[in-house]
């Protein structure tokens, strides 16, 4: 069983190196609103400008989780997504994380020029406490 703390800092390292290229970001929404007409019509209202920004934030975020699950702050961040994403906001149901996950993998192998399958492996180990988090809340009403 790989380390997590050595899955985080490659992770991190990872991400370092796919933030270097905006077009990322962009390539991670090609790829994941392609994948079906539901996800994209989701997406026809999205100003895509804040959207890369605020992943590219979230992204950061989720390692963060992976690392430091009981920091106060690193608590909000992630309950304010997770609230954003649940049946009463976006209405993102569980089954569609799966698909997000598989787009970020790939999308991290076409830019990360260090890619290699152990490291996709950790990418799915350090997004999984975020997607698990949030996908907890999914049922969860407004306080
Ligand atoms: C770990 C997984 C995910 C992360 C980190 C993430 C992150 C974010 C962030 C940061 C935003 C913008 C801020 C906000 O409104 O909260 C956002 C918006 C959104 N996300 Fe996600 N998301 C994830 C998974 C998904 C999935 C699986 C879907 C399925 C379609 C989805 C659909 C959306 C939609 C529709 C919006 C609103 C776009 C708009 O404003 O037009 N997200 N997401």
């Known amino acids: 069983m790989p380390?997590?703390?050595?899955?985080?800092?490659q992770v991190s390292d990872s991400y370092s190196r796919c933030c270097k290229d905006e077009a990322f970001f962009e390539d991670f929404y090609r790829s994941f609103l392609s994948q079906s007409d539901e996800i994209s019509a989701m997406f026809e209202q999205t100003?895509?400008?804040?959207?890369?920004?605020?992943?590219?934030?979230?992204?950061?975020?989720?390692?963060?989780?992976?690392?430091?699950?009981?920091?106060?702050?690193v608590?909000?961040?992630m309950?304010?997504?997770a609230s954003s994403?649940?049946?009463?906001?976006?209405n993102i149901r569980p089954d569609l994380y799966p698909i997000?996950?598989?787009?970020?993998?790939?999308?991290v192998s076409k830019h990360d020029p260090k890619y290699?399958?152990?490291?996709?492996e950790?990418?799915?180990?350090?997004?999984?406490?975020?997607?698990?988090?949030?996908?907890?809340?999914?049922?969860?009403?407004?306080?």
């Open 47 to 73: 100003d895509w400008y804040r959207q890369r920004y605020l992943l590219k934030s979230a992204l950061k975020s989720a390692i963060l989780f992976a690392k430091e699950p009981s920091v106060h702050l």
């Open 122 to 143: 950790a990418w799915k180990d350090v997004l999984k406490p975020t997607i698990e988090f949030m996908i907890s809340q999914y049922n969860k009403e407004d306080k």
């Open 116 to 120: 290699s399958h152990a490291l996709g």
């Open 85 to 90: 994403h649940s049946i009463d906001h976006y």
């Open 3 to 9: 380390n997590l703390r050595t899955q985080i800092q």
């Open 100 to 107: 997000w996950l598989e787009c970020m993998i790939q999308t």
């Open 79 to 81: 309950a304010n997504i």
């Open 75 to 77: 608590k909000v961040l």
